[in-house]
């Protein structure tokens, strides 16, 4: 547990004897606490050349780089293990996601947490989940170019990082941001590209080339069930190439 856990806890735990007391909280000095030593090891492994997932966390909560930033509740930088086996791509959070600065915590988040069980996955263990946007965008429209050229540093950063072995993307807009094309989803899904990152490399030659595979987005597939099948086709394609 992280030092900023442990002081959250304590300070829940105060306010609720407070409650219960007499139903009023007293200001204390809060208790100073440390970083347990598998929390800090982790931390520092997810630092790369002085930058970290926190930092960039931090700098989407303070971004302003386009309109969405006067509308979001929360930003939803993304959430998962470090060095995933799996990089999952969406496009944009939705109103839960919104709510809860959490990445595909909706019914179609839940669903996608199935899908990945289904071939061995989950963000709890080999996968990290994010967007190709950090804010919501109103009404659940597609991301406009500009808001996604404001986000595509922060999904750079964050991939320097995290150095998937592979990426997924989930739908129509993650697939054609990530592979640059207009082609639709049914033309892209099910196949593997090569994506070459677009951050620098930390020693001399270019950034390997990442296995990249697409399928549809959970949520076509909550409103159309005739996707089901070759959605869990594209997985099965997917499962085949990590060999888990």
Not at 10 to 18: E, F, H, I, P, V
Not at 121 to 133: G, Y
Not at 211 to 239: C, F, G, N
Request: net charge negative.
């Amino acid at each position: 547990m992280t030092a900023e856990d442990k002081t959250r806890l304590a300070t829940l735990l105060d306010m609720s004897g407070d409650f219960l007391r007499d139903e009023h909280w007293r200001e204390r000095e809060a208790p100073a606490f440390e970083d347990d030593a598998a929390d800090h090891a982790a931390q520092t492994a997810m630092e790369v050349g002085g930058d970290s997932l926190e930092t960039i966390a931090a700098e989407v909560c303070g971004c302003r780089a386009c309109g969405l930033c006067d509308l979001r509740i929360l930003p939803v930088p993304g959430e998962g293990v470090q060095q995933p086996l799996l990089l999952v791509i969406g496009e944009a959070p939705g109103s839960e996601e919104d709510e809860r600065g959490k990445p595909f915590v909706g019914v179609a988040g839940q669903l996608l947490d199935r899908m990945l069980a289904s071939i061995h996955l989950s963000r709890a263990t080999n996968c990290f989940i994010t967007n190709t946007v950090k804010c919501r965008p109103p009404g659940n429209r597609d991301p406009s170019p500009d808001e996604t050229a404001a986000c595509a540093r922060f999904l750079a950063r964050q991939m320097r990082i995290l150095r998937p072995a592979y990426i997924l993307c989930v739908g129509r807009i993650a697939a054609q941001t990530m592979l640059h094309t207009s082609e639709g989803i049914g033309r892209l899904r099910g196949k593997f590209f090569d994506y070459t990152p677009d951050y620098q490399p930390d020693n001399a030659g270019d950034a390997p080339a990442i296995p990249l595979i697409a399928t549809y987005h959970p949520s076509a597939l909550l409103r159309d069930a005739s996707l089901k099948r070759p959605a869990w086709e594209d997985l099965k394609t997917l499962l085949a190439r990590l060999q888990i």
